[in-house]
């Protein structure tokens, strides 16, 4: 399993409005400044986020983006699978979420099946067990370089 840039982008981007919590909203322009990331594809990224209320948008000249809670309330399997689907590392587990067409015709007899499970219930729970908060208080003091407020 390999999480895409739209799942890892998406971290970046909300740690970043995270560092800025609690001050209004942020422009895409200073998270893309702040983070290394494209702007463009940043704003692709929000749609879902801002959807699944993650994140909350204010238009106008001093708009941006926020997160709609707070950092401790915001895990990263939470991001992960609102941009990038449900987490697996095999396609006939994608079946059971309901994100793939079919069930595998072996599933029920597969002897690998349950090692699958496990793992994809291991990752799901270290990334559920990990708040942006957790991010913040790990960041051993990395300076921002982003935009000013």
């Keep these: 399993m390999k999480i895409s840039t739209k799942g890892r982008y998406s971290v970046t981007a909300l740690y970043e409005l995270a560092q800025r919590y609690g001050e209004g ?3 895409l322009k200073c998270v893309a ?12 990224l929000m749609v879902p986020l801002r959807r699944a209320g993650i994140v ?7 708009g941006g983006y926020m997160l709609a ?3 401790a309330e915001i895990t990263i399997g ?3 699978t609102t941009v990038e ?10 079946a059971e979420a309901g994100a793939a067409e079919q069930m595998c015709d072996k599933a029920c007899a597969c002897v690998t099946r349950g090692i699958w499970e496990k793992v994809c219930d291991s990752i799901s729970q270290v990334l559920e067990s990990i ?3 957790t991010l ?14």
Excluded: H, M
């Design 25 to 27: 909203p942020v422009s």
């Design 78 to 80: 939470s991001i992960i």
């Design 136 to 149: 913040l208080d790990n960041d051993d003091g990395k300076e921002n370089i982003g935009c000013a407020r």
């Design 85 to 94: 689907g449900p987490i697996a590392v095999v396609d006939c587990l994608l």
């Design 69 to 71: 809670k707070s950092p």
């Design 33 to 44: 400044q702040g983070q290394g990331l494209s702007e463009n594809y940043l704003e692709q």
């Design 131 to 133: 708040t942006l908060q």
């Design 56 to 62: 909350q948008s204010i238009r106008g000249a001093q």
